[in-house]
C-alpha cells in the first residue's frame, strides 16, 4: 500500500502548491513512482505541471479532469491521470514515475452543486475510486485548498498522513489550530464510510516551515508552533510522533522561474552552490522517506 499524503493548512498562501510540487518531484527522482492529485479548485499544480497550453483544453473539457469523476457514467479517476506528466518542447518525458490527476476551475462546483446519485459523499466515491489504482505507487500526495471541504476532505479521507505547510508566522499557527478542530470534526463525521482494509484514520504528523525569507528569525515562531503541538499531543489531537521537520524550505526567486517555465525547481535550476532550494526540497523530501510509515 502506498504512503499517502495530505498537505493542508487552513490558512492560504503558505507556498502549498510550490511545496508539493517540487516534494513530488524529489521523490519521483529517488526513484519513487508518485501520484500528485490536485484538489484545489485554483489548479495551481495542474497548471504548473501541464502547462496553460495542455491545461487549457482540460478546463473546458467533460472528461480528464477531477471534478468529471464525480458526473455518473462521465470518467472514472483512472482516465485522469496524466502519465509521466513533465515534458518538454518536444513533448519528451523529463521526469519518469510523476503523474498528476488534474484540477480545473469546475471543481469548485463539488461544493455546492454536488449530489450522488446514492447518497455517498464525494470522500466515498473518490476513495473508491483511487483504490483501484492506488497500489502502481509508492506515493499519493494530496494538494489540498486551506479548509476541509467537499475535495479537501477526499485526500484527507483517503491519507494516511498529513503534513502542514507553515510560514513562520501567526497566522500560520492559527491556520494550524483551526485545521485540528476541523480535521476531528470530519473524522467523526466520515467514520461510517470507512471501509475493510482502509489505512488508519489520517492523522497530522509534521509541520514543514516553507517559504522562509533570508533574514527572518524564525526560532520565535517555531517556539510557538511546538507549543502548539505539545499541547494537542497531550490531547491526543495529533500523532504521538508529530514534530516540526528538521529541514526547512526558503523563498527563492528560482521557485517563481519553475513555475514559469513549467517545471519542478529541480529541472530549471542550475545553481553551482549545494545550498540551494533544490537542496532544501531534497533534504524535506528525504525525512519524509525516513519518517516511518503510520502502522496499517
Known sequence: MPRKISFVNYKGGVGKTSLVVNLASALAQMGNRVLLVDLDAQSNSSIWLLKLERWNPLNT????????????????????????????????????????????????????????????????IFQEQLAEIENDYDFILFDCPPN????????????????????????????????VGKL???????????????????????????????????????????????QFKNQGRVAKDTRIFDHQVRDAIVVRRAVTLGMPVSLVSNMASEDSVQDDYKNVAEEILNTPAMPQ
Open 61 to 124: 473539457a467533460d472528461t480528464g479532469h477531477l471534478y468529471s469523476i464525480f458526473e455518473p457514467g462521465i470518467c472514472q479517476l483512472r482516465d485522469c491521470v496524466v502519465k509521466d506528466v513533465v515534458r518538454g518542447q518536444e513533448g519528451e518525458c523529463l521526469l519518469p514515475g510523476l503523474d498528476v490527476v488534474p484540477a480545473t476551475f469546475t471543481l469548485v462546483d463539488i461544493e455546492h452543486d454536488f449530489e450522488s446519485t446514492d447518497g455517498r459523499p464525494a470522500f466515498a
Open 184 to 230: 476531528q470534526q470530519f473524522q467523526h463525521l466520515s467514520a461510517s464510510f470507512r471501509v475493510a482494509g482502509m489505512q488508519p484514520v489520517a492523522q497530522v504528523r509534521g509541520v514543514i516551515f516553507n517559504a522562509i525569507k533570508s533574514n527572518v528569525d524564525i526560532d520565535v515562531p517555531k517556539m510557538r508552533m511546538q507549543f502548539r503541538i505539545n
Open 148 to 179: 476541509v471541504l467537499y475535495a479537501a476532505q477526499c485526500g484527507i479521507f483517503c491519507s494516511s498522513e498529513i503534513y502542514v505547510p507553515s510560514n513562520p508566522d501567526a497566522l500560520s499557527l492559527i491556520g494550524f489550530t483551526l485545521l
